[in-house]
Each structure stands twice: as structure tokens, then as C-alpha cells.
């Protein structure tokens, strides 16, 4: 995900990016837990982001499940 999607990602509500990042579990559950890792990774160590860093970890880990669902090819 590019730098400016992930600033969108932080600069939006924190309703608003689960439900962008959340939409993205169902079509591609990789590239919706990498978001989620590069989403954290941009705001570790960031003061107020305390329920954005929880969305995100929740959405990877919804993504990982997903993951493991898959049949591997």
C-alpha cells in the first residue's frame, strides 16, 4: 500500500478505515493484513492512536484467518 493510502488511512476516522480495510478481507486477505501491518507500523509509538492501533491489529488478525481458510495452492 502506498505511503498516501496509508496517511488516508490515518487521517480518516477510525470507523471510516475499518470499514476500507475490513472490505478489503474478503477479496484479498493478504494485502488487507499487510494494510494492517503498515498502518501499524506508521502510528507505533504515536500518542491518541490507541483505538486505531486496536482496529488494526483487529483487522489483521481477521485477515490471517481468512488466510488460513484459503486452500494453499
Do not use: F, W
Amino acid at each position: 500500500m502506498s505511503p498516501n493510502n496509508i496517511q488516508a488511512l490515518i487521517n480518516t476516522s477510525v470507523t471510516d478505515a475499518k470499514i476500507s480495510m475490513e472490505g478489503g478481507i474478503e477479496n484479498d486477505p493478504a494485502y488487507a493484513a499487510h494494510t494492517a501491518t503498515e498502518l501499524l507500523r506508521a502510528i507505533q509509538g504515536k500518542e491518541g492512536q490507541a483505538s486505531r492501533r486496536k482496529m488494526a491489529a483487529a483487522v489483521a488478525r481477521k485477515a490471517i484467518k481468512e488466510l488460513e481458510k484459503e486452500p494453499l495452492a
